[in-house]
């Protein structure tokens, strides 16, 4: 398994990282992702192991903290082999200090983050979105304190906007706090907005990304085509998509889809695997979270490393998942000389 630097950090990461928001299902939402129990979670995370996927991701709100209690038990006595990145700032409970990066929800969500996982320490601690109630001093020192408390090892943060990120990492450099390394974002084929203005401020900066659906929400696995019906366990008549999932043109995605049909046909990988090859490919792209509900579907998302495409595959899938930008990208887009785009 190919690693990467995890951003301007020392920390080596593998190119694909294994989500387990798929674990534990207690709502009808996580359902929408899956129901994995504790045999099945751990039976995962040994295949995982033995592909040399080292990097397990999860957060407190996944399942009420249910997906965290089974990757912990699924990695009892492993722990020394893995790389564990969890997420807080969401709401953990009805409480008026349940929620947000305040110092009083932030200790109190890594500690019980810890417990759950069994460990006492976490490799990546990632803020779940920017909290703008709570002042970005407070945040970064609290995070401050916990890494130097030994809790966390690296920071990072997720679904923040370029000026979130850029106002945390000037506070960060200004009082001499500990800095973001890394930003989750959705990135896919057929959800390219990262590239407007993260992904440049990522380069300028040394973010690495750690991209989330990268199958754009089940949109990439192959079995959606134009002129067909959705499958019926397709993620996109879950209430999962319904509710919070990303909006795709449906001419946009058989747009793409079927560039991925050609190209599969010229490699013999499959959709999914291309889809994926493609961001590995992407600047600023450090590791890819794939998930998945069971055994072949997690064997078969191991597929999408260790080899390359071809400049002119790269160049039709550009082709087919191009988009208008929003006001100014496209503006700048008549500037490149002085303002070059990052791909």
């Known amino acids: 398994m190919e690693h990467r630097l995890l951003g301007g950090s020392g920390l080596k990461v593998p190119v694909l990282s294994f989500g387990t928001a798929t674990f534990g299902g207690v709502n009808e939402f996580f359902k929408g992702f899956g129901d994995t129990d504790s045999s099945g979670a751990s039976r995962l995370v040994g295949i995982c192991l033995d592909a040399g996927v080292t990097m397990f991701d999860t957060a407190d709100v996944y399942s009420a903290g249910r ?166 366990t397709s993620r996109l008549r879950s209430k999962v998509t319904v509710e919070g999932g990303p909006p795709v043109p449906d001419e946009l995605l058989y747009r793409v889809v079927d560039a991925l049909d050609g190209i599969a046909k010229e490699t013999g990988k499959t959709v999914p695997q291309i889809a994926i090859n493609w961001l590995l490919h992407r600047p600023t792209v450090s590791t890819i979270i794939i998930g998945a509900r069971d055994e072949a579907q997690l064997r078969q998302n191991f597929g999408a490393a260790g080899w390359s495409l071809t400049p002119e595959q790269i160049a039709a899938l550009d082709a087919a998942s191009a988009t208008t930008k929003a006001y100014p990208y496209w503006h700048q887009a008549g500037f490149t000389a002085r303002n070059p785009p990052p791909v």
């Open 67 to 232: 997906s965290e209690e089974l990757l912990g038990q699924a990695l009892r006595g492993r722990r020394d082999r893995v790389l564990i990145s969890t997420k807080g700032t969401f709401p953990t409970g009805p409480g008026p200090n349940d929620v947000g990066s305040s110092r009083h929800h932030l200790i109190e969500a890594v500690n019980n983050s810890l417990r759950r996982l069994g460990t006492d320490y976490i490799d990546l601690y990632q803020l779940h979105g920017f909290d703008a109630m709570t002042p970005v001093e407070e945040t970064l020192r609290t995070l401050d304190d916990l890494v130097r408390a030994g809790k966390i090892r690296y920071i990072g943060c997720s679904n923040f906007s370029g000026w979130h990120l850029m106002k945390s990492l000037a506070v960060s450099d200004r009082y001499g706090l500990v800095r973001h390394v890394a930003h989750q974002a959705y990135y896919s084929l057929v959800g390219r907005d990262y590239e407007w203005e993260l992904m440049p401020l990522a380069i300028d900066q040394k973010i690495g990304t750690v991209v989330w659906s990268p199958l754009g929400w089940g949109r990439l696995t192959g079995k959606i085509r134009r002129g067909s019906p959705l499958p019926e």
